[in-house]
């Protein structure tokens, strides 16, 4: 695990965008194509306003969802789908995109998990939530599940989180399901750019690191990816 800690989140987030950036168009200069997962959450801000910004051929490249609530329509404020055509989608020329339907459960599951048995994954920007969590995958998360999209319970941390970011009026509201990228799916990635800033996710960032591999901590799994490229400010590594 590479380890670039910033002065500040735009840094983090331009460091993260370039680093991944040069994934990208390595996969293209190999393959004349690349595909990408792509994260969301306010982890993520600076890194996709970064990334939107690189000289890559995004005509060759197909991007997948990582997660989404189930029960969220695509027009409300916390939508993932809605984040994403807006930050992304919207402006860069993609391929293809393939979103995660809330709606859909175990039938999203099977239809995603088909698509992206096609696609093998060049690069994942992914987060680490408060409690330890990779893409929805909270503690006690699956480590053993061979199935690329899972329906998954939000524990109570997890929907705090939520809530705290302002994308809910209130604790009720948030939901208790997701569907989301298994931590094997995600693992398949050649490459990981993980971006974590923010002092809420210091304890989290230092969990991550220094923790045995345990499900309790789900981010820890990253210990074990060969090329994973975990970016932090300040305030994020201010445990460490």
Known sequence: MEIIISATKQEL???AAQKGAEFIRKAIAERGEANIIVATGASQFEMLSELVKENIDWSVVTGFHL????GVDETHPASFRKYLKERFVSLVPVKEFHYVNGNGAEKECKRLGEMISKHPIDVAFVGIGENGHLAFNDPPADFETEEPYIVVNLDENCRKQQL?????ATFDDVPKQAISMSVRQIMKSKH???SVPDERKADA???TIVSNITPMVPAS???EHPSTWLFLD???ASRL
């Open 13 to 15: 987030g331009k460091q």
């Open 67 to 70: 997660d989404e609530y189930i």
């Open 164 to 168: 705290g970011e302002g994308w809910f």
């Open 192 to 194: 990981i750019i993980c």
């Open 205 to 207: 960032v230092r969990n």
């Open 221 to 223: 799994v990253l210990q």
């Open 234 to 236: 300040i305030a994020s």
